[in-house]
């Protein structure tokens, strides 16, 4: 069974801050290089870069020389045909280039072998980092380029490789010298070996850096039990305190207000029963 080997890779998040580096993907980064598979690619991408337009004409495409020049005999000098043969200024080329093709087709597997190789050998040099999410809401190069200063890239040659077609981000990278922004899954072998560093989004390799911690961020050091709180904190908590003992105040105040009033009603009512027999016996006895 061959030994598979886990490869690191240093991590960062959107503004430059450093966190804990991060597993690569053991499938795609076994530490497998293959040499010759990556000069096949490199070779059959610069062949198809060409455009096969160079032309020239031969003897049979040059306008005149359809007369003799001169008699066959009787002149002393060589015999000529046409004053468009190609040992004739002005005349045909021999062999020269025409229009065609230099594609070169390279098997699907061999192109994914290749493209692998090179991310490896990226992996084996350090030479990968894995950022965040980069998310622009317009184009600003400066904001990239403060980036890669943070990073300490700039002036290498960086390939940036996006989640997705990012254009904000593509044209952000354009004016940069020796940046380069392509779709992850668009990048070929050759411009993995062109770049110096390859800075590549956590989300195209299905990492999280979301949870992670930021080394550069210190974190608040918490309370243990016993120990006062921040003065904010505290003074947060009084607030609420008062303002809790100003209702329940407030609530005690108006029950005993609307008890001593039911109270004051209830004795009305006793007087009011008590005088009603008397006020009836003076009526009789008048």
């Known amino acids: 069974m061959p030994e598979t080997t886990t490869m690191n890779a ?3 998040n959107a503004e430059g801050a450093q966190r804990e580096s991060v597993a690569l993907p053991s499938e795609l980064f076994d530490g497998t290089v293959n040499m010759p598979v990556m000069h096949q690619a490199v070779k059959a991408y610069l062949a198809n870069q060409r455009q096969g337009n160079a032309s020239t004409k031969t003897r049979g495409f040059v306008i005149g020389g359809n007369q003799k020049p001169w008699k066959q005999k009787g002149t002393g000098r060589a015999r000529q045909g046409s004053t468009r043969a190609p040992q004739w200024v002005g ?3 021999v062999f020269g280039p025409r229009p065609r093709s230099y594609a070169e087709a390279v098997p699907r597997k061999v192109r994914a072998l290749a ?3 090179a991310l490896n050998a990226r992996a084996r040099e350090n030479a990968i980092i894995v950022i965040d999410s980069l998310e622009y809401d317009a184009p600003k190069t400066s904001q990239l380029a403060g980036l890669l200063r943070t990073l300490g890239l700039y002036g290498k040659k960086v390939l940036i490789l996006t989640d997705g077609v990012k254009p904000n981000v593509y044209m952000s990278g354009r004016n940069l010298t020796d940046t380069q922004v392509l779709n992850y899954p668009d990048v070929s072998t050759f411009h993995i070996l062109w770049s110096e560093v390859v800075l590549i989004e ?5 990492q999280d850096l979301g949870a992670g911690s930021d080394e550069s961020a210190p974190e608040e ?3 243990e039990e016993g120990e006062a709180k921040s003065p904010a904190k505290a003074a947060a908590k009084s607030a609420k305190s008062a303002k809790k003992s100003t209702r329940k105040s407030a ?3 108006t029950g005993r207000k609307s008890a001593a009033k039911s109270a004051a009603s209830g004795k009305s009512a006793r007087k009011a029963t008590a005088k009603a027999p008397k006020r009836a016996a003076k009526k009789k006895g008048k």
């Open 10 to 12: 240093a991590a960062y």
């Open 115 to 117: 493209r692998k190789s």
């Open 91 to 93: 005349g045909g080329t």
């Open 221 to 223: 050091p918490r309370a």
């Open 251 to 253: 609530t005690k105040t």
């Open 202 to 206: 956590s989300s195209a390799l299905g």
